[in-house]
């Protein structure tokens, strides 16, 4: 039985994966690099929680209970007890196969190591590993505790009983499963990217503006942002990132990212984060 989970990575899907699963009372230890990052992830997870009190969401006294049930921690050994282990660190592939090398060498044997990757092939992850047959993909929505669908994605070697204890944790935490084959992208990206980065080639030709492509999108095909704000919110990195996967995945050059995006990632412009995406904040 799964009662305890590791979250590598205290960002912006590492804090929302701990949200939720501390939320629906699991003991969570969540690690990172920086302690920084690790005190501002338990602050925004409180913030959020007790935003979810005050909209009659969760009890009152579930957002202390939540908290307290979530230990954060620099020192990855620490994670060596864990039963179901989620990483959620940049969408870096040589990062995320160090990091599964070494998650492998420190979890007990049995437990379960999921990624979060909303792009990399599992199967590349899982031969990081020793034990393939226990790795899986397990990609939440941004933001965590809000949006209702995980995508769940079987390496080639990953076995039935690790997709079944994954199914049920989904059904735990209240979200919605999405089964992909482990092609790059999977489901979601393999579609939204090629969308983003198609009015981002959109801009670059000159064919509108910023807000007439997003105005487009949001009236057009009832979408609740435009690509372009989308992009920014996700982070131009990550999008660039994603979409190379992509572009290296298949070879195909439908996937070429728009010579904007990488000018605008060279130049720092990554959205939201960064306070200058398409949009200034």
């Known amino acids: 039985m799964i009662k305890s ?10 804090n929302g994966i701990a ?27 409180q913030e959020n929680l007790v935003r979810q009190a005050r909209k009659g969401v969760i009890s009152e006294s579930l957002v202390a209970e939540s908290v307290l049930r979530i230990k ?34 420190i979890v007990k044997a049995g437990s379960i190591l999921a990624s979060n990757t909303s792009s990399i092939p599992i199967t590349k992850i899982a031969s990081a590993t020793s ?44 979200k919605e499963m999405a089964v992909s084959q482990d092609y790059p992208g999977f489901i979601v ?16 030709e000159g064919i509108a503006t910023a807000d007439d492509i997003d105005k487009g999108m949001k009236l057009g095909t009832n979408q609740p942002m435009g690509p372009l704000a989308l992009a920014d919110f996700i982070g131009l990195d990550t999008v660039l990132a994603i979409a190379n996967v992509l572009y290296e995945g298949f070879k195909d050059p439908k996937y070429r990212p728009c010579p904007l995006l990488v000018k605008m990632v060279n130049a720092g412009y990554l959205g939201k984060k960064s306070g200058r995406g398409f949009y200034s904040y």
């Open 5 to 14: 989970i590791g979250v590598l990575g205290a960002g912006q899907m590492g």
């Open 19 to 45: 949200h939720v699963f501390a939320q629906q009372g699991y003991d969570v230890v969540l690690f990172d690099i920086s302690d920084t990052q690790l005190n501002k992830a338990v602050k925004t997870i």
């Open 72 to 105: 954060t921690t620099t020192d990855m050994t620490l994670l060596a007890h864990v039963d179901f282990a989620v990483e959620a660190v940049t969408e870096h592939e040589p990062l995320k196969l160090e990091i599964f090398r070494k998650l492998d060498s």
């Open 131 to 174: 034990r393939p047959d226990k790795v899986i993909g397990m990609h939440f929505m941004n933001p965590v505790p809000i949006m209702k669908l995980v995508e769940v994605i079987r390496g080639h070697a990953t076995s039935d009983e690790t997709f079944e204890s994954t199914a049920q944790l989904v059904g735990v935490l209240e």
């Open 189 to 204: 990206n393999r579609i939204l990217i090629p969308m983003i980065n198609e009015a981002i080639f959109a801009l670059y």
